[in-house]
């Protein structure tokens, strides 16, 4: 049996959750796939920016305090510090806190919102193939989901994506950057950790990091393949750094990130790609969870707006990521080369030195209050 639906949504994290409550709440018929039984382990820094507040309380009705009750927000911090290994770069106050999440309480919150609003959900549904010109996914399991319209949100390493016959896959292989990532019990961290810190100057084209959570620490790295580098190595590197005992370290968990291969024509046939699918991850930081669910809102809001006015999705998808994403997505990346190729030249002290010339307004930038693209105001659509 073939299980028909205006539209199949290819993973059911944040994009695929943002892209199905968009649909089911105007009534269309949404069936999410997802190859995992929420809640999974999902490990993530989960820090949330201005933009991701304002975004879930306008798409999911979730604000700060809902989402504290819940035990999804489960630290705040106003400060930040970015450092090498002998020094401290920049540190300060921000304009508006950074908000931290259990990414696996978050995820299974927004499916269960999506859900509410009338999508239907499979877990433990993996999807093995896509027709993206004929509107079929079929899964693992045998079952067949035929819809007028896909939309692929099943993350970096995306089966939908994958089908595509037209993107450029050497350009999306070359700038998709390693990842590893612990999750620390804070009585395991040599030190109290009340804010996150960023460390620049050991990895190239990339970085490390340290951010608090209510009970635990996480630890990662992320940066581009580099010759004659070993992310491992480096990854051991900079525990040594951070004195952190061997002994507490268990499962090392790795995981690609889409680090500047953004897809400007994320659309094939009748189907569109959002989130880490379409490489849709800010580039300098590494900030995912708002590009996620505002790219997987706006392929869900065009799908909904093309079935009811009877015309293609895709176009109407790919103006608004035009107007509203891409200058973020390329203004971050012409930042980060920059910075990067100073830091080579000069060492990490011009990182520092940039932050430093104006650190109110670059808060802001990474907020999203200010755009990437030459620090202008932004005025998001939503």
């Not at 199905?20 to 995992?36: K, Q």
């Not at 809902?66 to 920049?90: E, M, P, W």
């Not at 040599?190 to 460390?199: D, F, G, S």
């Amino acid at each position: 049996m073939i299980k028909k639906y205006d539209v199949i949504i290819c993973g059911g994290s944040l994009a695929g959750s943002a892209a199905g409550i968009s649909l089911a709440r105007r009534g269309h018929s949404v069936a999410i796939l997802d190859r995992a039984r929420f809640p999974r382990k999902k490990l993530c820094g989960g820090l949330l920016t201005w933009k991701s507040v304002k975004l879930l309380a306008t798409l999911f009705g979730e604000d700060v305090d809902s989402l504290t009750k819940a035990g999804v927000i489960n630290h705040a911090s106003d400060h930040y510090a970015i450092r090498t290994f002998s020094k401290t770069l920049a540190e300060g106050g921000l304009p508006f806190p950074f908000h931290f999440v259990d990414r696996t309480l978050f995820d299974d919150l927004l499916l269960t919102r999506a859900y509410e609003a009338g999508a239907e959900v499979f877990q433990e549904t993996k999807i093995v193939s896509c027709d993206p010109a004929g509107g079929i996914v079929t899964c693992e399991n045998g079952d067949v989901f035929q819809g007028d319209h896909i939309i692929g949100a099943d993350g970096a390493n995306s089966v939908v994506r994958g089908s595509f016959p037209d993107y450029d896959r050497e350009r999306f292989r070359e700038l998709m950057a390693p990842t590893i990532e612990i999750s620390l019990d804070k009585k395991d961290f040599p030190k109290a950790v009340e804010y996150p810190e960023l460390y620049v100057g050991f990895i190239d084209a990339g970085y490390g990091w340290v951010f608090p959570n209510k009970d635990k620490v996480i630890v990662g790295i992320c940066g581009l393949r580099q010759e004659n580098s070993n992310t491992s190595q480096l990854f051991k590197l900079f525990l040594d750094f951070l004195q952190i005992n061997p002994e507490v370290v268990s499962d090392l968990h790795g995981h690609p990130l889409p680090y500047g291969n953004y897809l400007e024509d994320p659309v094939h046939g009748v189907t569109m790609l959002a989130g880490d699918a379409g490489g849709f991850v800010e580039p300098l930081f590494g900030e995912g969870i708002f590009f996620a669910m505002c790219t997987g809102m706006y392929a869900g809001e065009a799908v909904a707006d093309g079935i009811e006015r009877e015309t293609a999705p895709g176009p109407i998808y790919t103006k608004r990521l035009h107007s509203q994403i891409m200058p973020e997505l390329k203004g971050s990346n012409f930042m980060r080369w920059a910075l990067f190729k100073a830091m080579k030249w000069l060492g990490p002290f011009a990182l520092g030195w940039f932050i430093r010339s104006d650190t109110t307004r670059l808060a802001e930038m990474v907020h999203g209050v200010r755009s990437y693209s030459w620090l202008t105001r932004k005025h998001w659509d939503f």
